[in-house]
């Protein structure tokens, strides 16, 4: 989608995934398979560009840092970006500038989490992240009770508080070199509880106007204290004082802004090239309230998917569905998503959920 | 953008274009180099694919027949397209089909042209043109005074009355295989009288809300009576009478429907693939106001393109700039649209202007 924006523009532009079958390699001017984690592949992939951008955190630091120093553009930066790669670091960054976060502590191993726990400097209940890797829903164990001690993940890892979540909201910020910021409305994540995913989201987000004010002021100072330009995905956990917690942050066009191709005056994926750009960033006004629901893989299926209720789907008005091509499905698996707009706020709800009944990917 | 829309549902998409640098190369699976109106060409191409869909109407009849009987779903139908190529086939398909439109007569050339009017069959002033391959301004010669009669065109054409003209208008219309119909709102189109080609757009029109039934009614009729797959855009007259009088069509999407990617509920390129693959049509409900402004190369000036007040432009909220990357500029040469959107009709009008003002491509 991004590949998209920047052909509206006319901008060259060059991909490499480590995917040869990657759904973007018919949507750009050259494409390169490779390891984003491999120094060596990301320097040849990125000598004599003008401009790097990511769409994914895990890249090699190291061969962006060397880019860089010899004169290429990258946006995010990658200071930004290895503090953002290692959860722990990210943790220790929002309490060195006084971004609110869950108190937290790292470990090493599960040997240590447990032995904490013995030592009664950790108490259950908790959330342990896998400090690197964990990505939509992986890397992360919620411990309720000891006996979920037996699912402890064994590597580098932070635990934190569990904070009382009342709602988890997602809010993407903009930056250009030249320091304009520019936030998107806030948006109501609602997780699958067993796959720990988005299932759904919301915009806006149906909580109070001074709360969408103080959400979107915290993402515009963690994008600030970040100094990074491009978009910023910022989770956030509210509780029931009404207090924001920064979950994570996502330094790329993110899962919770797919909605605004239809919804807002500019997307996330225009803005992420204007700021990236250096030029004026977009209006981020809505047009219409979106709800967007991720089409995951049915639970019992694996192999070629099925789409189940396409036509029932495109009937309702405002619903258009984004099939992503990926070649197997499997339980969970994202497959796709489907974004539904509506003057309305209830409405576009009541579409949301006609959307997850009908629509289903089998095998 | 009709195969951005495409990539959206990951179909796979084959494009032919006879210039090896079109834009949509980068955009699609597969392309193929080739003239359109070659027909063994065309057949080439064609053979195997399940569907094939057009967006320039000049494309050879016979080879998209030939490939119809061979099995391949051709939308629009090449019967359809047979008669809009040729404007006076165009003409006598609305006299035979009771669809309003300005009398005409048929000419072989400019000596029969010049033949009529000695014998007072036909008088000035009145419209010449060409039957086929008039495009964008092309093909059009206005004779108000009888100096204006050396600059008629040499070659078979029409001759039709001048309708004295309020404002001219486009209705979008769409069709799927089942019949199932949609109408966007229409629009309304100013001229640049210099170049005779669209300078900028308005959605909606600024007509009653009766006017805008009935112009949706006539572009019902038009794409009922041609029983075409797909989108038709209906360019119609409004005279001060408020009578209607379709122009001439346009079977596929069209430059005044690129502001629906910004502004209605389904845009016309999504539309398009609906039809074509007989889906459930889309809401054309507006989100909002909108209006388009062409980019037209500057007078005085050839060579490589250069965009003069871009940034100034993005400023503007609900601004978005698509440049179509062509590589050389020339007086009134469509280099790019720009689309403004706006909750208010008058607000989105100063928006169009100040582009109109900023926006200029030198060399």
Redesign the interface.
């Known amino acids: 989608m991004l590949t ?1 924006a920047a ?4 901008v060259h ?1 060059s991909i490499m995934d480590p995917d040869p079958n990657a ?1 973007a390699r ?4 050259e494409f390169t398979q490779g390891s984003l984690q491999d120094p060596d592949a990301v320097v040849a992939f990125g000598t004599g560009k003008d401009l790097l951008s990511i769409e994914i955190e895990n890249v090699s630091v190291e061969g962006l840092t060397t880019l860089q120093e010899r004169g290429v553009q990258i946006h995010p930066s990658p200071d930004a970006l290895q503090t953002i790669q290692d959860k722990g670091k990210q943790k220790e960054f929002y309490a060195s500038h006084n971004l609110p976060s869950a108190p937290f502590h790292l470990y090493e191993d599960k040997a240590s989490v447990l032995a904490a726990i013995d030592h009664a400097t950790l108490t259950v209940p908790f959330v342990q992240k896998a400090r690197r890797d964990g990505y939509d829903g992986r890397g992360v164990v919620v411990v309720r009770t000891r006996q979920d001690l037996d699912g402890l993940l064994d590597q580098p890892c932070l635990v934190e508080n569990l904070v009382e979540i009342r709602s988890e909201l997602s809010v993407i910020a903009a930056r250009n070199p030249s320091g304009q910021i520019s936030v998107f409305p806030p948006v109501e994540m609602v997780f699958n509880p067993e796959a720990n995913l988005v299932e759904m989201l919301v915009s806006p987000a149906s909580i109070t106007p001074s709360l969408q004010v103080k959400a979107r002021q915290l993402a515009t100072a963690t994008i600030e204290a970040f100094g990074l330009c491009g978009l910023l995905a910022v989770e956030m956990f509210l509780d029931p004082s009404e207090n924001l917690w920064i979950n994570e942050v996502a330094p790329r066009p993110h899962n919770s802004g797919h909605h605004t191709l239809a ?1 807002t ?2 997307s996330q994926y ?1 803005q992420h090239l ?1 700021a990236i750009f250096d ?2 960033l ?2 981020t ?1 809505s ?2 309230c979106a709800a967007m629901v991720n089409i995951l893989g049915a639970k019992g299926y694996e192999g070629t998917p099925v789409y189940e209720g ?2 029932e789907c ?2 309702i ?9 990926k070649q197997q499905t499997r339980p969970f698996r994202k497959m796709g998503h489907a974004t539904l ?1 509506d003057q309305d706020q209830v409405r576009v709800l009541e579409k949301a959920h006609r959307v997850q009944e009908k629509l289903k990917v089998t095998s």
Request: glycine letters at 8%; aromatic letters at 8%.
């Open positions: 998209q052909q509206t523009w006319h532009t759904p018919a949507l750009c001017n919804s005056f500019t225009e204007r030029l004026p977009g209006s006004d047009k219409v396409v036509e495109l009937k008005d405002g619903c258009s569905i984004h099939i992503y091509g707009i």
